[in-house]
């Protein structure tokens, strides 16, 4: 697998996740929102429609990367994506309701590791990729 595949396969796989987990926020279930008390107990990703949104807005971003940019710009720009992230996951950890946009229901542990994870593999995968990218389509 080559290096623009690479990351149009990780973007496309993590746009795709955070807008389905930005959606599922919106409807009840056990997995991603508010949960069934509105407080961000009893599910396994708290959220509020403000963090959903940002899910929504991250995820249409990882999309446009995969399917909207090549070579060197697409490399650089998951890299990009991957320092995003740096600055959501210092920010939601320092302050789990995001200075309060996040209020009531704060940012809990599984999202704290997913957003970290979110951050290394956007740096690594970017990284990566910028090293040994063509400026050549190869859609």
């Given at each position: 697998?080559?290096?623009?595949?690479?990351?149009?396969?990780?973007a496309?796989?993590?746009?795709?996740?955070?807008?389905a987990?930005?959606?599922?926020?919106?409807i009840?279930?056990?997995?991603?929102?508010?949960?069934?008390?509105?407080n961000?107990?009893?599910?396994?990703?708290?959220?509020?429609?403000?963090?959903n949104?940002v899910?929504?807005?991250?995820g249409a971003?990882?999309?446009?990367?995969?399917?909207?940019?090549?070579?060197?710009?697409?490399?650089?720009?998951?890299?990009?994506?991957?320092?995003?992230?740096?600055?959501?996951?210092?920010?939601?950890?320092?302050?789990p309701?995001?200075?309060?946009?996040?209020?009531?229901?704060?940012?809990?542990?599984?999202?704290?590791?997913?957003?970290?994870g979110?951050?290394?593999?956007?740096i690594?995968?970017g990284?990566?990729?910028?090293?040994?990218?063509?400026?050549?389509?190869?859609?």
């Amino acid at each position: 697998m080559d290096n623009n595949a690479m990351v149009r396969s990780v973007a496309a796989i993590i746009g795709v996740v955070l807008v389905a987990a930005g959606l599922l926020g919106f409807i009840g279930n056990p997995i991603v929102g508010p949960g069934p008390n509105n407080n961000g107990t009893d599910v396994l990703l708290a959220t509020n429609s403000v963090h959903n949104l940002v899910h929504l807005v991250t995820g249409a971003l990882a999309l446009y990367i995969a399917f909207g940019l090549s070579g060197a710009q697409q490399a650089s720009a998951f890299l990009g994506f991957g320092i995003l992230y740096v600055v959501i996951f210092v920010a939601v950890l320092l302050s789990p309701t995001l200075f309060g946009l996040f209020n009531p229901i704060p940012a809990n542990m599984p999202i704290h590791i997913l957003h970290a994870g979110l951050t290394v593999v956007g740096i690594a995968v970017g990284y990566m990729a910028r090293g040994s990218t063509s400026s050549v389509a190869t859609r």
